[in-house]
T-cell receptor
Framework: AQSVSQHNHHVILSEAASLELGCNYS??????LFWYVQYPGQHLQLLLK??????LVKGIKGFEAEFIKSKFSFNLRKPSVQWSDTAEYFC???????????FGRGTSLIVHP | EAGVAQSPRYKIIEKRQSVAFWCNPI?????LYWYQQILGQGPKLLIQ????????DSQLPKDRFSAERLKGVDSTLKIQPAKLEDSAVYLC???????????????FGPGTRLLVL
């Protein structure tokens, strides 16, 4: 069965710091990869996704993620975070052929001014 | 475009009671998902519907949980009887179609927060 690991459970940064959140998955075949964000008091929403093609994908609000197949990773990055990026971030994987989404446990990001 | 609607938003019940949650997906979305999100964890898929048929319910505790999606639109998730460990947020999501990208992107509702005492 597919599993998704997000190693950073809590991250605290100052504004303008760079961000990288790790996401690793276990299944070695074709995968569809997602990052979702949940702002305080709001519902989960899609940040970015990778299906095929360029392994560096860009999402909303200046976020990007890189798919490295050899490392089974899909890390999320942002060069300069803002206070408004304070949220919970979830990595999700859909393995090719199963169509069953598997989520990581999430990373809580706090950005202080 | 209206988003995924869920009700109620909050529910408090005692153990051994029954509870039901309702979800209305985005219009035209064929696939509907129910997730359980326990505090401090990521969403765990309970059941996935394609129109009104079940695609996967392998993680649904069928001795107490049931779900249906009549007419391929709205869906209800029921717990009977509830246990303390069922305290969680129950999320509903929909996507345009099951299958390959880009149609697998999910759109989430606000969730129902359940507390079992």
């Amino acid at each position: 069965a597919q599993s998704v690991s997000q190693h950073n459970h809590h991250v605290i940064l100052s504004e303008a710091a760079s961000l990288e959140l790790g996401c690793n998955y276990s299944y070695g075949g074709t995968v569809n990869l997602f990052w979702y964000v949940q702002y305080p008091g709001q519902h989960l929403q899609l940040l970015l996704k990778y299906f095929s093609g360029d392994p560096l994908v860009k999402g909303i609000k200046g976020f990007e993620a890189e798919f490295i197949k050899s490392k089974f990773s899909f890390n999320l990055r942002k060069p300069s975070v803002q206070w408004s990026d304070t949220a919970e971030y979830f990595c999700a994987v859909i393995s090719g052929g199963s169509y069953i989404p598997t989520f990581g446990r999430g990373t809580s990001l706090i950005v202080h001014p | 475009e209206a988003g995924v609607a869920q009700s109620p938003r909050y529910k408090i019940i005692e153990k051994r009671q029954s509870v039901a949650f309702w979800c209305n997906p985005i219009s035209g979305h064929a696939t509907l998902y129910w997730y359980q999100q326990i505090l401090g964890q990521g969403p765990k898929l309970l059941i996935q519907f394609q129109n009104n048929g079940v695609v996967d319910d392998s993680q649904l505790p069928k001795d107490r949980f049931s779900a249906e999606r009549l007419k391929g639109v709205d869906s209800t998730l029921k717990i009977q009887p509830a246990k303390l460990e069922d305290s969680a947020v129950y999320l509903c999501a929909s996507s345009p179609h099951q299958g390959g990208p880009p149609l697998a992107t999910q759109y989430f509702g606000p969730g129902t927060r359940l507390l079992v005492l």
